[in-house]
């Protein structure tokens, strides 16, 4: 069992778990985006070669390409790592925003919709984490997560992955 601290009672816990979070969030984003490169990549090798082995009736497994993003994001969402690898890699961990335990199944689905459609809408709703308390997205909020530093959030609470 791990016992919490709520950030309320610790003095800047906020901005002790947020300190520095926007620029290791741009760069796990770019780490994700790369990966998810070499898995479309990987796939869409196995899915020629299927296609062609089969001369043609394996095309169907292309259709699989559009789901490897949202698989990779929500099952590392919602794993115990509580973050995409290359959140982790960043140094960083998803949270439930009251509780500050993982984020639930439904908590990782709902953020990963809405971090899908907030690309979808040119990145826009991106820059609303410059301006919320604990540097959170629109999507964070709708799914009541936050993103905070893995090694603070450990500080804090004795909270571990």
Sequence with gaps: MVTFVPPDLVPDAD????????GRRMLAWLI???????????WF?????????TL??????????PAI????????VASPLSATPGQAL??????????FARPTVVQAL??????????????????????TLRKRCLHDILAGVVVVRRVRLHRLS???A
């Excluded at 994700?32 to 990987?42: H, M, N, P, S, W």
């Excluded at 090798?45 to 082995?53: D, E, Y």
């Excluded at 993003?69 to 590392?76: F, N, Q």
């Excluded at 709902?110 to 301006?131: D, E």
């Design 110 to 131: 709902l953020w990963i919709i809405g971090y899908w459609l907030t690309l979808g809408l040119l990145c826009l709703l991106f820059f609303l984490a410059i301006f």
């Design 90 to 99: 960043a140094g960083l961990v998803m949270v439930d925003n009251d509780s």
């Design 56 to 65: 043609g009736l394996g095309v169907g497994v292309y259709g699989v390409l």
């Design 15 to 22: 901005d002790m778990l947020t300190d520095g979070v926007l």
């Design 32 to 42: 994700d985006a790369a990966l998810i490169g070499v898995a479309i990549a990987a």
């Design 158 to 160: 004795g909270w571990s």
């Design 45 to 53: 090798g196995f899915a020629t070669g299927f296609t062609v082995l």
């Design 69 to 76: 993003p949202l698989a990779y994001c929500w099952i590392s």
